[in-house]
């Protein structure tokens, strides 16, 4: 369920593009969809859901870094490594300057140590307008960097929004833009990470 960022109603609704059909009319009329129009600009964000109540629009990509109530990074050593010995970190990040680190072992889903720190909430967000920056911008700006390893670690870099979505951004730790970021983050909260 997508719940609006500004009012915080469950009321909200799908935004539908482009020339609609009698029956896209008729699901507007009642209240399950909104219309967005005919014109879009390619490769730029642009509003995907509405708030009924309130007829506030956004997409998660246009909201503003404030919005971001959790950043959830998960490192997973591949390579030459059995699955018992493969080590995964897991961190989260949470506007109040709430940082957790989790390490597990092998393919158990319990954590073998958890450790927790807290930075400024400033710090947070400085994380986030970073990765939100790069989330928002159009295709032709965004200038993202993807580096690959066939053996190494990769990641799994997940951002909640105060609509209930998430962006989930994969690849390899290997000096790309998402996980250089977030890796001289933790390194700056975590030093023995």
């Known amino acids: 369920m997508v719940i609006c960022p500004k009012c915080r109603s469950t009321k909200t609704v799908p935004i539908l593009y482009g020339y609609p059909s009698y029956e896209a009319f008729e699901a507007a009329e009642r209240g399950e969809i909104l219309l967005?129009?005919?014109?879009?600009?390619?490769?730029?964000?642009?509003?995907?859901?509405?708030?009924?109540?309130c007829r506030y629009r956004w997409?998660?990509?246009?909201?503003?870094?404030?919005?971001?109530?959790?950043?959830?990074?998960?490192?997973?050593?591949?390579?030459?490594?059995?699955?018992?010995?493969?080590?995964?970190?897991?961190?989260?990040?949470?506007?109040?300057?709430?940082?957790?680190?989790?390490f597990y072992q092998g393919q158990d889903r319990r954590y073998q140590f958890k450790t927790e720190e807290k930075v400024s909430d400033k710090k947070f967000y400085k994380l986030a307008c970073r990765l939100q920056?790069?989330?928002?911008?159009?295709?032709?700006?965004?200038?993202?960097?993807?580096?690959?390893?066939?053996?190494?670690?990769?990641?799994?870099?997940?951002?909640?929004?105060?609509?209930?979505?998430?962006?989930?951004?994969?690849?390899?730790?290997a000096g790309g833009t998402f996980d250089s970021i977030l890796e001289k983050f933790i390194h700056s909260i975590f030093p023995e990470s």
């Open 36 to 53: 967005g129009g005919c014109e879009m600009i390619d490769g730029m964000p642009h509003e995907d859901y509405g708030c009924l109540e």
């Open 59 to 102: 997409s998660k990509e246009l909201l503003p870094a404030t919005k971001i109530t959790k950043i959830r990074y998960k490192v997973v050593e591949n390579g030459l490594c059995t699955l018992d010995s493969q080590k995964t970190w897991v961190y989260e990040f949470y506007p109040d300057g709430k940082c957790i680190e989790y």
């Open 133 to 173: 920056k790069i989330i928002g911008a159009p295709l032709w700006e965004k200038n993202v960097v993807e580096g690959q390893v066939c053996d190494g670690c990769n990641y799994e870099l997940q951002i909640t929004y105060a609509d209930k979505r998430k962006e989930i951004i994969k690849g390899d730790v």
